[in-house]
């Protein structure tokens, strides 16, 4: 995704020229999944940044369930004084549409948050057990063709973040796999190294230590170009499925009717904090270095980035 490389390069410096001071009270970032998973992993890090420049205490609160619709929902609802805010991935925008296949209402919609800021985004890995027998994605992919549904894999949830990644996957290679959901991407990831499932789709830093200890192997990258942090694992493009393209991104928002004033000290606070030393180091050991977009850049790539999701969930269709 040609905008996807653009947006990561034009990070805004300017802080907001008007700002006005949150709630005296802890401030809070709602994780809609488990500890574990990449919303997580990037809210530690930016919640620790954000405390030393507002000189108050700012929490990390996993709400997770409903493949992360129960803590986008719980933020969608919230007070829009800036005392509440949602690390939310990409499945965002897919969950609401998700709803509608199946003639539900959703829980809240996307005009119901504001973007505030990009905080990091990468290509998603194909990860299997490092004493699988597929050594390669084509071997992988013979296999389920031979066997189908015979081969489980994990996600955070049904039409979640790794859920559509690994059914843009199948469809585009025609094989069928056994979809196991999970409530978040670190449980996902325990059961991939118990050999509970065989598969996962998952960002690079969720992987990077499972890797290098042995436990885990990659076989293939949801992205353009191979990630940094595995630069030996081929593209699913240089395989051949050119249509199989997936980011696993974290973004921090706010209630939409959080007032402008509010809205421009919390950019200001979280452009400070993303060029903290101590986050940046933590970003990029774990294998994810910071991408950071101020909100109207965020607006953008978030706008192009749902477009295509939510065509991809409308081709998977209904899943039972």
């Known amino acids: 995704m040609k905008l996807f ?23 809070t970032i709602i994780v809609p999944f488990p500890p574990g998973g990449q919303a997580d992993l990037a809210a530690r890090p930016v919640a620790a940044a954000m405390e030393k420049i507002l000189h108050q205490s700012v929490i990390v609160q996993n709400r997770g369930g409903a493949a992360g619709a129960l ?8 007070a829009p004084d800036g005392g509440t805010l949602l690390m939310a991935l990409s499945s965002l925008a897919v969950i609401p549409v998700a709803e509608r296949l199946f003639d539900r209402q959703p829980t809240y919609t996307v005009d119901q948050l504001a973007p505030i800021a990009l905080i990091n985004a990468d290509p998603t890995m194909l990860a299997v057990p490092a004493d699988a027998p597929w050594q390669t994605l084509a071997e992988f992919i013979a296999a389920a063709r031979a066997a189908p549904e015979s081969i489980a894999y994990g996600s955070s949830g049904t039409y979640g973040t790794l859920h559509v990644a690994m059914e843009m996957f199948a469809k585009s290679a025609g094989i069928r796999l056994l979809h196991v959901p999970f409530q978040g991407a670190g449980p996902a990831v325990t059961a991939l190294l118990s050999r509970n499932i065989q598969a996962l789709a998952s960002a690079p830093g969720t992987l990077t230590q499972h890797v290098a200890s042995g436990r885990l192997r990659v076989l293939a990258c949801w992205g353009q170009e191979r990630a940094a942090a595995f630069p030996d694992v081929p593209t699913f493009m240089e395989s051949g499925l050119s249509d199989v393209e997936f980011y696993i991104w974290a973004g921090l928002f706010a209630p939409a009717a959080t007032p402008a004033p509010v809205m421009a000290r919390l950019r200001d606070v979280v452009r400070q904090a993303m060029a903290d030393p101590e986050l940046i180091r933590a970003f990029t050991a774990a294998g994810s270095p910071p991408h950071y977009l101020d909100a109207p850049e965020f607006a953008t790539f978030f706008a192009a980035d749902s477009a295509r999701l939510v065509a991809a969930v409308q081709k998977i269709g209904k899943v039972e």
């Open 71 to 78: 803590g986008n929902t719980f933020v969608a609802r919230a």
């Open 5 to 27: 490389r653009r947006s990561l390069l034009a990070a805004a410096v300017a802080a907001p020229a008007v700002a006005q001071e949150l709630p005296s009270r802890p401030l």
